[in-house]
């Protein structure tokens, strides 16, 4: 393999973890997941995270790594995806890495800007304030400090907000201004494989799918994050779809059968904007369906 990293790329329900598994009963594979929702513990129904059964099976890393609480930027993904893809190669694995968040995928590929690392005491220092104020009022003080980055980022995207706070704090020099200065990540040689099925048939497993998540408990799953005090709608983990539409019913804003068709509309609007991404994509094997003996060949060089 010549230490080739795999990109095992889709839209949401296009059937990733299926060939991702079917792979590892063909290869030495380390699967490595690539999904800012997957990493969230104790969100496993609303996220169809693999089962545990599966994952006992086929580990997928970068699953179940933070709480819901915790931010999880693009740059701690391409921190711990390329300690993964060293034990990879320490193993004598290939690295898969699975999943449907493009910015990651991005970052990993092309990199990202020269920006300041975060630092567990900004990352509380930020939350604390976010707490506080709420982010409406912390896009008002991004707004001062960095009127251009301000602009493109929405007041309620918590997440882009601490960090380009963060990135002023730590470094003098706003997020704008350091934007652009990227460096590469991985040097590695990369194979991509993506599925693509068609539209028609992927908004029907999107439906079909929803409605067996709420018949295995998902209301009881948002029903449990919101115990937790520290969590509210605003949160990157709670804006995932479904669970911010399952906590607006849970808070009586809406009814259960409007939670359910948007969430699912939710749900069809970001497998569209996953598969426009997905189309620029080139020099990649494009799949309709999951097809091991291809993809083998195709990683094989066959």
């Not at 309620?156 to 907000?161: K, V």
């Not at 040097?187 to 048939?201: A, S």
């Not at 029907?204 to 994050?225: S, T």
Request: proline fraction near 5%; include cysteine; aromatic fraction near 8%.
């Amino acid at each position: 393999m010549n230490k080739t990293v795999i990109f095992l790329m889709g839209a949401t329900a296009s059937g990733k973890t299926d060939l991702a598994i079917n792979l590892a009963d063909e290869l030495p594979a380390r699967l490595i997941s690539v999904d800012s929702a997957l990493i969230y513990q104790g969100m496993d129904i609303g996220t169809a995270k693999p089962s545990q059964q599966i994952l006992d099976k086929y580990p997928h890393y970068l699953i179940d790594i933070c709480s819901p609480e915790m931010s999880y930027s693009a740059f701690d993904f391409v921190r711990d995806a390329k300690a993964q893809i060293e034990i990879a190669f320490a193993k004598q694995q290939v690295p898969i890495l699975v999943g449907g968040t493009a910015f990651y995928f991005h970052a990993l590929e092309h990199g990202l800007s020269d920006l300041p690392e975060s630092t567990p005491e900004s990352k509380a220092k930020f939350n604390q304030l976010l707490s506080q104020k709420g982010s409406v009022e912390l896009h008002k003080n991004l707004a001062k400090i960095d009127e251009k980055s301000a602009q493109r980022i929405h007041q309620n995207d918590t997440q882009r907000i601490i960090r380009a706070l963060e990135v002023f704090d730590l470094s003098g020099k706003t997020l704008s201004s350091l934007q652009g200065n990227k460096r590469p990540e991985i040097n590695y040689p990369i194979k991509k494989i993506i599925l693509t099925p068609p539209r028609k048939k992927l908004h029907q497993r999107i439906e079909k799918r929803f409605l067996a998540m709420m018949e295995n408990g998902f209301l009881d799953e948002v029903k449990a994050l919101k115990q937790n005090p520290n969590l509210r709608e605003t949160l990157p983990s709670i804006r995932c779809v479904g669970y911010r539409q399952a906590w607006q019913f849970l808070d009586g804003k809406i009814s259960e059968n409007e939670m359910i068709e948007k969430s699912i509309i939710a749900t069809r609007q970001l497998c569209k904007r996953q598969s426009t991404w997905l189309k620029a994509e080139t020099h990649a094997l494009f799949l309709e369906q999951p097809n091991p003996q291809k993809a083998l060949g195709f990683i094989q060089g066959v």
